[in-house]
Each structure stands twice: as C-alpha cells, then as structure tokens.
C-alpha cells in the first residue's frame, strides 16, 4: 500500500549532449512520489518544461540523470501502461469516433495480436466508455462533425481504451471554452472516481488543478524544478459548487502567489 | 439554384464563345488553313481521318499509361522511402530537386541510342516527367505528423513502421490523387514530345509529319485528341480523389 505508484529520483534532463556538456537542462533535481490512484496537476508558467516531464514519466525521454521508478519498474523505454492525451484532439479525420478510440488497441499488446478476433467486443467496450463520457450516438460521426468538446473527450476515450494504469493529460481542456472546460473537468472526475487510475495533469490553469487533484505541484520557470507540493484536502466528491467556496479560492489563492514570485525571480 | 446551371456550364460556354469567335476571324479574313485553320476545318480534318487518328492516338494512350504506371510505383517507393526517414530525406531531396529541374525533353536523344526509336523513349519520358510530383507528395505526407500523435502511438509501443501505416500512409492519401492529377497531364506531354522525335508512330509522330506536310487541320486535330485525353484522365483521377478521400474535402462538400 505504501509503495509509491510514480518515483522520480533526482531526475535531470538535457535535451542533447551538447546541453548537458553546458549544464543547460530543460528540469532539474524533479523529486516526485504518489500513491497509488494519486490524481496530481503540476501548474507553472508556460514554458517551464511540464512537457518535458511528460516525456519523462511516459518513458519517451530517458533522464540524462536519476531514476524513474513506476509502478515497481524501473522506466527504460515507452511505458504501455500509459495513456495520453493533449490539447489538441489529434483525432485522425479519415477514421469515425469509434476507430479513433479503437486505434491504441490495433496498436498494443496483447490487444493488438487478438484485434481480429476480439473485435466485436472491443467495439463495445469502446462504445460503453464514449457513452460514459457523453458522446452516446456520435460513435460513427467523423471528427469534423464533432465539436471540440466532444473531441477532446473522444481523444481522452482513445487515452483510455486500452485501460491504462496512469492517464497523462498535458493542457486537456486549454482549447475549449470555459463552460465546456467546466463540463468535462465533471467527466474527467466521474471516469477518475470509478476506475482509479493515476493521474498527471499538467495545466496552467489553478482552478483547474484545485479542482480536481488531490496534489499540486508548482514548477519553477525553465530550468524546471518542483517548488512546492501542495495537498488539496477539500472533501470528495467535488462538485462545480466548491469552486465558489471560500476553502477553495484561498488554495488558488495561495498558489497564485507562489506562482507570482517564480515569474518575478 | 440557377446561378449554379450557370457557373457549371461556364466552362461550356466559354470554350463555344472562342470557338465561334476563331471561326469568325478565320471566315471574315479568310486565313489560309494553311497558317490557322478554323474550327469547321480541324472537325473536317478529324473526320477524315478518324482511323488513322484513333491509332495514333491509342498508340499515345497506352504509352502513356505504362509510363504513368511506372511513375506511380517508383514515385510512392520513393516517396515512402525519404518521407519515412530524416537521413534519406537529406541526402536524397537536393539530387531530386536537380534531377526535376533538368529538361526531360534533353532525356530523348540519349534513350533513343540505349532503346532504339519507338515505345521505349516515350514510356521512359512519360515516367521521368511524371513521378517527381508523385513522390514529393508522398513524402511532404509522411512529413507531416504531429509529434504529438506520434507520442501517443509510440507510448503504446508502435513501430516507426506501424505509425507510417496507420497514420502516415492515409494522411498523405489527398497529397498523392492531388498529385496524380497533375502528374498525368504531364505523362502526357513526355510521351508526345518523345515521339515528335523518336518514334514512327503516336500523336507527337502525327503532329511532326502533318505538320512537314502542312496539313495544318490535321496537325490541330492531333492536339485537340491529346488535349481531350488529358483531360478525360485528369477528371478520372479528380473523381477518384472526392470518393476516396471524402474526409479531406469536407469543407467543398455540400
């Protein structure tokens, strides 16, 4: 139970030898630990190598120095127990709503080698998971007959289909309007709650973060480090009401502030 | 509902208004068809030889098509090849993009002496002229990824060669029937010009000899055939494109 489900150990990246050999590195010194099925945003200003700690925890980028310990492995290439997301949809116009959610199974294993003969019940593993995100009926619509709403919500399907044990969602919902934004912040709660995987969600947006993690980190401009951690203990079930809570604004607050003095160090 | 009749039937109109307009200027100046037939002269010339004209013709066809079909493999090989690969893409484009610069016309006399005169330098013309449209489509296709989408799928552990399929491959699909459009128009310009020159046989051959013969009707009745074969092909593949590729036109449908 108490074995931690991500682990960075004094991580640093450079993007390239020659950085390193400069000392320039895109994060440095990243200490990090969850728990299992920890939802934790990390918030910074833009340009502050949240990316690159998506890259790090999926595997895509290797530390040029630390250790990155997930889910009891030591992380030395692509981690298949991983789903992404981003924000842009990056849904593949020629493919309706249910292939484009269907495309990581054709792609991983062990689904992949049984994608022929399953496919018939991926398919309605694929059309249960769009219904519980709302998108009931649209399963043969193509993307462009789809708002951006309910894009992203079908990229965050596509994210999930292969029951991932962590979702990495960089800047989901930064496209959409804040109604839209408000009404999927609900979607991704309710999928969180009912299958408890692990969340990172990087976002700049603080009510965002407070909203739905039970963590918050705050990195430091470029060279990205965690500046502080942040335990986000308001009451589960949250509902859109607590963001008008006087509980909720002083954490926004207080984050805030503490993202006011990086940008003017 | 009627400005649309209209705008489809344009074209028509303009193509009857010049051809009524050449007519004219030939009859009222009475132009010899020695110099500038007219119209009435060119069907006239057509008729009269329809047989022999349709053989040219079929002779032209065919070449051009096999050199097409040529363009088309070699252009999606290569294509594949330096669009799937940085290293390939480097060291490849700049001799590509001098190649293309050289005048394909220059090719004729050299594959005349590997191929003798007949269909041998007109199928390789049609190909040298054609697949360099082909290829940079393909390739400018496979290009363009996202990056982020590449993350996603290599997360979950794709090959670079299961990206290139899934995703690669039928993004660059409108690229590569855009291409072919304009590509088989200029198989056909090979094929003619390679026969003008080097072959017994085809339009290009019939365009030279009518036209040392000044039998200028006839020479005109040649261009119009190649023109309207061009064309039949250029909207076979145009129609093609919309059904297969429906998903990138959508903003022209309805």
Redesign the interface.
Known sequence: MNTPFVDFRGVWLAYSEELLEKGEFAVEDINLTTRDGEFIAIVGPSGCGKSTFM?LA???KKPSRGDIVIDGQAVNG???I?G???Q?P?L???RTTIDNVL??L????PFRSQFRDRRKEFAERAKRLLSTVGLEGYENK?P?ELSGGMQQRASIC??LI?EPKMLLL?EPFGALDAFTREELWNVLRDLWTTQRFNVILVTHDLREAVYLADTVYVMSKRPGRLLARSEIELPRPRDLEITYTEAFTRKVQDLRERIGAIRKS | MKAKTLERAAPMLLLAAILVIWQAICSIFSISEFIFPSPIQIVQALIELFGPIMGHAWRTFWTTMVGFAISIVVGLVFGFIIGSSRMAYSAMYPLMTAFNALPKAAFVPILVVWFGIGIGPAILTAFLISFFPIMVNIATGLATLEPELEDVLRVLGAKRIDVLIKVGLPRSMPYFFASLKVAITLAFVGTTVSEMSASNEGIGYLLISAGSAMKMPLAFAGLLVVAVMAMAMYELFSWIERHTTAWAHRGQAA
């Open positions: 890259k999926t595997g895509l692509p981690l298949k991983v992404m997301a981003f842009a990056t593949l116009p020629w495309l990581p054709e792609i991983v294993e193509f462009w596509r994210a292969h960089d």
